[in-house]
């Protein structure tokens, strides 16, 4: 199979085919960011790096199968600047869909975030030319993570309406390296992720709930202790919690954990910037499950 990759950061793509058991005789990638091409390329030496998608009339391409594209959120999010199609960054959706009616695959795959505005999601679905499924990363794994996916690929309702018969029940506290959680799912990784300092004043807010997309995990006491704190003093803030604890972000291997994706697979360059690009990806284990439709 021949696969075009748009948007494919660190080429989260590729370990989805794997566990979908998908055959790929040519892999091409349109990425500009170079740590996330190093990434991809690490783990995928065959990858070919096509560059800026807004060069594609120049590129030289066989028969394309599968055409898949992550496009850019930031526009389009409702914690974004919220400009829609009109903004610089998901305005790039209209070069993927020139590209998919210049290449006919055969199948395609586009994803992005599910809180998009109504009438976002309406002109997106207008211009695909399907509607799209809502897909949570907690029946796969331990992150609530919700994402749209429109495709032609066969099945995929299917799968919306029977993902809860995914869930693995694996809790957020199974992919920690040490710690503990006082949740059961782990919160949306965003890619803003590498900003977020652990301080007591951020477990202060933590406790308070004003942090609620953030994944912090608390030190230095197991989790009955946690629980008997939090059973004592429920949500409202103690000094127990700041004299008997600690909190720390998430190491980036428990971020690759929370992507079902190997240990280590972004490996190589800075925390920044394997934060920014986990936090930029797709749920390898979701996709793998839209995948499987291709072999049937």
């Not at 085919?17 to 065959?46: G, H, M």
């Not at 800026?52 to 594209?69: C, G």
């Not at 309702?157 to 799912?185: H, P, R, S, W």
């Not at 933590?206 to 006491?221: H, P, Q, R």
Request: glycine share 6%.
């Amino acid at each position: 199979m021949n696969v075009l990759s748009l948007f494919n950061g660190c080429g989260m793509l590729r370990p989805a085919l794997d566990k979908a058991n998908i055959q790929v005789n040519n892999y091409y990638s349109s990425e500009v960011d170079k740590f996330a091409n190093q990434i991809a390329n690490k783990n995928y030496p065959d990858t070919v790096q096509l560059g800026d998608i807004n060069d594609w009339h120049e590129w030289k391409l066989p028969q394309i199968d599968l055409l898949t594209a992550g496009f850019p959120c930031q526009d389009l999010s409702v914690a974004g600047n919220r400009k829609g199609l009109d903004g610089e960054r998901s305005s790039l959706l209209f070069q993927a869909l020139a590209i998919r009616d210049k290449l006919k695959p055969k199948y395609f795959l586009f994803e992005n975030v599910a809180n998009m505005g109504k009438q976002n999601r309406a002109e997106i679905s207008k211009l695909i030319g399907v509607e799209p499924v809502k897909l949570n990363s907690k029946y796969w794994g331990v992150q609530n993570r919700e994402r749209l996916f429109w495709t032609n690929i066969a099945n995929v309702k299917q799968i919306e309406q029977g993902q809860a018969i995914n869930d693995k029940q694996k809790l957020f506290q199974d992919i920690l390296l040490d710690g503990v959680t006082d949740k059961a799912k782990a919160k949306c990784l965003l890619a803003s992720y590498y900003k977020t300092q652990a301080s007591p004043n951020r477990l202060k807010r933590y406790i308070k709930g004003y942090f609620a997309t953030y994944n912090f995990v608390f030190t230095e006491l197991n989790q009955i202790q946690l629980q008997m704190i939090f059973d004592k003093y429920g949500r409202d803030w103690s000094d127990d919690l700041l004299n008997n604890t600690a909190i720390r972000k998430l190491y980036p291997v428990e971020c690759e954990r929370l992507m079902n994706l190997p240990d280590n697979y972004t490996e190589g360059v800075s925390n920044t910037q394997r934060y920014k690009m986990l936090g930029n990806g797709w749920d390898v284990d979701v996709v793998a499950e839209i995948l499987k439709g291709l072999n049937q």
